[in-house]
């Protein structure tokens, strides 16, 4: 059974940086796109970043420039660096990973962003 598990959310100040992690497990097949979304209160949840397995990235616009994603193909894990963050930025922080025939999701991580 593919496990996805999230950690390193938490509240951190305007200005401030958290580093997000995601480890998947339970996997005997290699994944194509890996990425992070997020989900505001009373928003849809929404594309934060993605990279494929050859290592291209796709940033949200809003967060172009201060987040990078980054991922290990060896070890399954997607990582995502968060600088500047703003208040805006505060969500539920989801990893999720693809293959051609379904789309796995972790459970979410908190990120609170305080102005």
């Known amino acids: 059974q593919v496990q996805l598990v999230e950690s390193g959310g938490g509240l951190v100040e305007a200005g401030g940086s958290l580093r997000l992690s995601c480890v998947i497990s339970?996997?005997?097949?290699?994944?194509?796109?890996m990425g992070w979304y997020r989900q505001a209160p009373g928003n849809q949840r929404e594309l934060v970043a993605t990279i494929k397995r050859s290592g291209g990235t796709n940033y949200a616009y809003s967060v172009k420039d201060r987040f990078t994603i980054s991922r290990d193909n060896a070890k399954n894990t997607v990582t995502l660096q968060m600088n500047s963050l703003k208040s805006e930025d505060t969500a539920v922080y989801y990893c999720n990973a693809e293959v051609p025939w379904r789309s796995y999701w972790g459970q979410g991580t908190q990120v609170t962003v305080s102005s």
């Open positions: 339970g996997a005997t097949f290699s994944f194509n796109d």
